[in-house]
């Protein structure tokens, strides 16, 4: 007869929770955790207008983004602070940690980018006349890189407190304007119609911007401003895949149609992703 082998302990039943998790566990109301994170609020959010089973996936996803557009939003105007306080230390802290959350954004394209027409088709009517065209936080991230117009604000008139906002961001410096004023501070030869212009248009590269950039580049390698420019560098070169990444999604989910709210789908997104980020950084490695 073969003995019986006890139970290993990996695999063997727990006999409770121990009293250290007991401990954890005894408070009045809801958890702290809920307290601080608003789990339930989140996670109430969500209201399929279909029982298609990729709406829920859609919704999420979408949701998801906005949360990181926040985020960038955050650090991109805590870096365009501190670089008008002069503190490019501050300034490249959080300059890093909007990178990582960036390479988080464009990770979240993964759920979406292999839906079929026939499974976007499922339930796209539902959301009628909403488009990404609207989203304010998206909006908010252009007008921080200097891609910025009243036009873009108008509509969210109908929205006063997002209108505002979007009203003082624009009337605000972008980040790239007060990189610009920095480096000029670090005695580069930043023009003065540069330094001077009209923040609430679009930035227009200049040729004199980019011989700015290539004095920094064919300067010492471990010069501060090497490291502002390549981090700056990575930074547009993530938002220029996320557009990417956006334009494929969508060509791969419905092709050529117009897209919601009559927009012109993926043409207008083609136009979207053509547009330069910071474009003198990229003209000046040309000349180093």
């Known amino acids: 007869m073969t003995d019986s082998l006890p139970p290993c302990p990996a695999t063997a039943a727990p006999a409770g929770g121990s009293a250290e998790d007991e401990s954890l566990l005894k ?3 809801p958890p702290p955790y809920e307290g601080y994170v608003r789990a339930s609020a989140l996670t109430s959010l969500q209201h399929p207008l279909t029982a298609d089973p990729h709406e829920m996936g859609f919704l999420v996803t979408t949701q998801v ?16 602070d501190a670089l008008s306080k002069d503190d490019l230390e501050r300034a490249m802290d ?16 993964r759920p ?8 976007f088709n499922g339930f796209r009517e539902a959301f009628g006349q909403a488009s990404g065209f609207q989203s304010a936080g998206y909006r908010h991230l252009e007008f921080l890189l200097g891609d910025r117009s009243r036009s873009l604000a108008q509509p969210h008139r109908g929205h006063p ?7 003082d961001a624009l009337t605000q410096p972008s980040l790239y304007d007060e990189v610009l004023r920095y480096l000029h501070r670090c005695g580069m030869p930043v023009p003065e119609p540069v330094l001077e212009r009209d923040v609430t248009q679009a930035y227009q590269a200049d040729a004199r911007v980019v011989e700015v950039w290539r004095r920094v580049y064919a300067g010492p390698q471990h010069d501060p401003l090497v490291a502002l420019g390549e981090v700056l560098t990575d930074l547009a070169e993530l938002v220029l895949r996320w ?19 009559g927009t012109p789908g993926v043409v207008w ?5 053509a547009r330069p980020v910071f474009p003198e950084l990229w003209t000046a490695r040309g000349h180093v």
């Open 27 to 29: 408070f009045h109301g």
């Open 65 to 80: 983004m906005e949360l990181w557009f926040a985020l960038i939003a955050h650090e991109w105007r805590a870096a365009r």
């Open 94 to 109: 959080a300059l890093r940690r909007s990178r990582r959350a960036h390479q988080a954004l464009n990770a979240s394209w």
């Open 112 to 119: 979406l980018a292999a839906l079929t027409p026939a499974q």
């Open 161 to 167: 407190p997002v209108y505002a906002a979007l009203e």
């Open 243 to 261: 557009r990417s990444d956006h334009l494929l999604a969508t060509r791969r989910a419905m092709g050529g149609k117009t897209g919601s709210a």
């Open 269 to 273: 997104l083609e136009r979207r992703a």
